[in-house]
């Protein structure tokens, strides 16, 4: 097989395969004739049929399979062996490509477009400094977690008088322009209200300090301003009849209910992190404080990184890419989006591909390796994490192995789990290659900083 390459420009590529009868032919006859050992055809024996029939009937879509093998094979291992760094994969040049006769042709001729990464080189070391923001553990940031903990332990219980985000239960009675009951008019029992959440100010204020028996006259559709699922839902009757319902309702309380936080005692302590494990409010904060560091470290690493990226995106200035190959790898990655979207993201995707670049020369050039355990310990990792969001904070390791497991099963998953294990030895690696510039920060200034990124 003849193969050349051609990058003038360094970034467009240029290659072309030449398969020869040579390169193919052997296999072809050997895959006809197992065809013929197998081959039912009537009025032959098994192994009998001619040839000339097999290949009649086999002969051009056996070619087509074994020359299309030959080509992924020997280009893969064409752009292997060369170091050619090809973005995306090779597309059919669409001006020198020629028709290809392959049940005729001995000699085949294929030209494919190559889309290459630019050149470029990159690095970092100790001459480099980059700030690092450490996120300070300050008493309101532990009272707002054991806010949190408590909210979440807490439990709905009986209240006199309406306040704040308490939930109503009650009766509806549309009315009519006198304020009258309306005869045959929607009547609802046990509806339930949150007027926190109501769009419209002046309906909330008409539930202010009510008590159980009260009734209020409000407006659903002005409470629920745009919003015909909600007031149906309220009301519960189908969205559809009440497009054109307007008119105000009576709201007869019979029941609120207040959310209770849970008491920060003994029993929040076990729930939080285990029977026994915390004796008293002062190691409860001592544990939420070391929880709440451990967590904060990696959002300061991940700002951290994305100021390791800024830095070496200007470091290493406007590279060139081969945009118009890009755009024809992209639509045709995503045809069922077409030609706009590709248009939109193409800008996006380049500086993305850019920065992948980068990384893959910082990670080359520091030997950063990931193991098996690395990518399970991540995927472990991420299932506390979930089960953390729940205020589950102290899961055996065996639930937590067994749930990872399933995880590492999804090819998705794993492969996230490997790009973050990637990304984080990657970002305790340059920590000790940059010099880093450290600056404690409150932890709403830290958030202030990520709004504006």
């Known amino acids: 097989m003849k193969i050349t390459f051609d990058c003038p420009d360094k970034i ?16 072809v006859e050997k895959t006809l004739k197992d065809y013929r050992k197998k081959a039912q055809v009537p009025g032959f024996r098994p192994g009998q049929v001619p040839m000339g029939m097999i290949k009649r009937q086999y002969g051009a879509a056996v070619k087509v399979d074994e020359v299309n093998r030959l080509l992924g094979e020997k280009l893969y291992e064409y752009i292997q062996e060369n170091n050619i760094q090809m973005l995306g994969e090779p597309l059919p040049n ?34 480099d400094k980059i700030d690092y923001y450490v996120i300070d553990v300050d008493d309101k ?6 806010q949190m903990y408590a909210s979440q332990a807490g439990e709905f219980v009986e209240a006199e008088t309406f306040s ?16 009258n009951t309306l005869e045959g008019g929607i009547t609802t029992e046990g509806g339930m209200l949150m007027p926190a959440y109501f769009g419209d100010d002046e309906q909330k204020k008409l539930f202010e300090g009510c008590k159980a028996g009260d009734i209020i006259t409000f407006n659903p559709k002005k409470a629920y301003p745009n919003n015909d699922a909600e007031v149906a839902a309220l009301l519960k009757v189908k969205k559809e009849d009440i497009a054109d319902v307007n008119s105000d309702f009576s709201y007869q309380v019979t029941e609120i209910r207040h959310y209770q936080p849970a008491a920060v005692d003994q029993k929040l ?18 544990r939420i404080a070391a929880l709440a560091k451990t967590q904060l470290a990696g959002s300061s690493d991940f700002k951290f990184m994305q100021d390791v990226r800024a830095y070496l995106e200007e470091k290493v200035g406007k590279l060139e890419f081969p945009e118009a190959l890009l755009k ?21 995707s ?11 020369q910082i990670v080359a050039a520091n030997n950063i390796k990931v193991e098996d355990d690395d990518v399970k310990r991540i995927a472990k990792e991420a299932v506390r994490a979930q089960f953390a969001q729940y205020g589950m904070n102290e899961v055996p390791d065996d639930v937590l192995e067994n749930y990872a497991a399933e995880q590492m099963k999804k090819r998705e998953s794993r492969d996230s789990f490997v790009d973050r294990a990637v990304d984080l030895k990657l970002t305790e690696t340059l920590k000790n290659v940059v010099k ?18």
Do not use: C
């Open 269 to 286: 302590f076990d729930r939080v992190f285990g029977e026994g494990t915390v004796k008293d409010e002062k190691e409860f904060r001592e």
């Open 141 to 146: 940031l532990i009272d707002q977690q054991v």
């Open 12 to 27: 467009n590529g240029l290659l072309t395969m030449t398969v020869e009868a040579a390169d193919y032919q052997e296999k």
């Open 350 to 360: 380049i500086k993305e591909l850019a920065w992948h670049l980068m990384k893959e």
């Open 328 to 348: 024809r790898v992209m639509l045709k990655n995503n045809q069922d989006k077409g030609e706009d979207f590709v248009e939109k993201n193409i800008e996006g």
């Open 94 to 127: 669409e001006e020198k490509q020629v028709p290809q006769d392959i049940a005729k042709d001995d000699d085949l001729t294929f030209v494919f477009d190559i889309a290459v990464a630019p050149e470029f080189k990159v690095s970092l070391s100790d001459k």
């Open 164 to 179: 704040g985000n308490d939930t109503l239960k009650g009766d509806l009675r549309q009315l009519d322009e006198q304020g």
């Open 436 to 453: 880093l510039n450290e600056k404690t920060v409150s932890l709403e200034e830290f958030n202030k900083m990520m709004e504006r990124k």
